[in-house]
Structures are given as C-alpha cells and as structure tokens.
C-alpha cells in the first residue's frame, strides 16, 4: 500500500504560480510511474504530467512550457511547479502512483491517489 498526501493548492491570480507537493508513504520503492491529475467542475479528470523512476517526462499540451514535475526520491516527494497560471487551470489536483508501465492517459493505470488539492486561479 502507498498512501499519498498532496498539498500546496489555494487561491491564486492569472499569471502566478504555485508548486504542489504530494508526499508518499508506505511500500513506496515499488512505485514506478508518479503523475498528477486535475479534474475540473463537470469535467472527466485528466492527465496534467507523469515521471517514471527513469525516463522522460510527459505533460498534457495544455501545460507544456508552463508546468514542471519533478521528484525528489530522497524525500519521497514528487512536485508540480505550475506558472503562468490561467483560469482554465482550476481544478482539484491529484496525485497518482502507479506500480507498472503508464501506457495512456487513462487514470486507470495509476492505482494509488491521493486526496486531492483545490487549485483556483482568478482572473
């Protein structure tokens, strides 16, 4: 089991930035695929940024250039640095874990999430 705690949301102006954390506890050397996810008011959640213990990056188009995920394995930690920061970016963010390959965008490949965070940007 893998228990994630987000947190680093709140209330923000268009144009600022942010930087969420998710900190992971338990059986967390098995974890391969970190990522973090946004679902919106009546929208489907999807996909923000995913970073396997080796390999590149991935961000959704929306975010490139703007937002940053990185992890810190020694603090067991991943981030989602997040600029320019636009209204259309409100959302409740999750953070994922997954055991395995992360094939898609599909949120079932990640078995481990968090709680949630409130990010809101007014404009």
């Known amino acids: 089991q893998v228990h994630l705690v987000e947190s680093g949301g709140g209330l923000v102006q268009a144009g600022g930035s942010l930087r969420l954390s998710c900190a992971a506890s338990?059986?967390?050397?098995?974890?391969?695929?970190m990522g973090w996810y946004r679902q919106a008011p009546g929208k489907q959640r999807e996909l923000v940024a995913t970073?396997?213990?080796?390999?590149?990056?991935n961000y959704a188009d929306s975010v490139k250039g703007r937002f940053t995920i990185s992890r810190d394995n020694a603090k067991n930690t991943v981030y989602l640095r997040m600029n320019s920061l636009k209204p259309e970016d409100t959302a409740v963010y999750y953070c994922?874990?997954?055991?395995?390959?992360?094939?898609?965008?599909?949120?079932?490949?990640?078995?481990?999430w968090g709680q949630g965070t409130q990010v809101t940007v007014s404009s």
């Open positions: 970073i396997p213990s080796g390999g590149s990056t």
């Open positions: 994922a874990g997954s055991f395995g390959q992360v094939l898609t965008s599909d949120p079932l490949w990640f078995s481990s």
């Open positions: 338990g059986i967390i050397f098995s974890i391969n695929v």
